[in-house]
């Protein structure tokens, strides 16, 4: 409040509200936020029009990718336009129950599953160094 009080004295065309949203804007986000959503636990028969509504009250969708294969069924990723928007859907959906199923909203993190794939390849030529050089 005193910093606004101080930017209000020296400058006559401050605005109060522009201040505090700006202040809203600074605030830091834990590393895990981001605009891409992870979708599990969907209902086999949700359409994409469905999750256009159901996530699009939290604000603009850039992209919504619903899986389709025997081994993606039930998922989705849902994709912002804002990060503050992705978040609000994210705090707000998870747990959400729709269609008898509750849905778990993460973010997407896709570090994670590339250290899965490093650590397979790391693993299989630790092996092949092994049976190279004789070593158990």
Do not use: W
């Amino acid at each position: 409040m005193a910093l606004a009080a101080k930017a209000r004295a020296n400058n006559n065309n401050f605005n109060e509200e522009s201040y505090y949203f700006h202040q809203i804007v600074r605030i830091r986000l834990p590393p895990e936020v981001n605009r891409i959503l992870f979708v599990r636990n969907l209902p086999f028969k949700i359409t994409s029009d469905e999750l256009y509504d159901l996530f699009g009250k939290y604000g603009a969708i850039r992209q919504i990718r619903l899986g389709n294969a025997n081994d993606t069924r039930g998922t989705a990723f849902v994709v912002y336009e804002d990060i503050f928007d992705a978040k609000a859907a994210c705090d707000h959906l998870s747990g959400f129950n729709i269609m008898g199923r509750y849905l778990i909203v993460l973010y997407h993190q896709p570090n994670k599953t590339h250290k899965k794939k490093d650590l397979a390849a790391k693993e299989k030529e630790l092996n092949e160094m092994k049976k190279k050089y004789g070593v158990e």
